[in-house]
């Protein structure tokens, strides 16, 4: 009764209410979408920094390899000339 003496049917208020609940519902699920979006940026942003840390440390195991072998190459080098030497002196 109240809704037909401000001129609006039952029908009318129903669908503005209706319209008020869609709207709020759009909100909530925008915001539910942008904090999901934030939160799926932030964890590509870490796995990326988890990534590069790896690499990095990788990298540098692998020229510290590199260098172990080179000094192991020329040791052996150096090893291999004394005894060709001492072989070549004790003939």
Known sequence: ALGLGMGKSDLDQAKDLFRLQMRQ?????????????????ESCMQSTQQHVQSQAMALASYYQAEKIAGQGIKLARDQDSRSYEMAWRSE
């Open 25 to 41: 519902a759009k909100r909530l699920w925008t915001a539910d979408w942008a904090e999901a979006s934030v939160r799926h940026a």
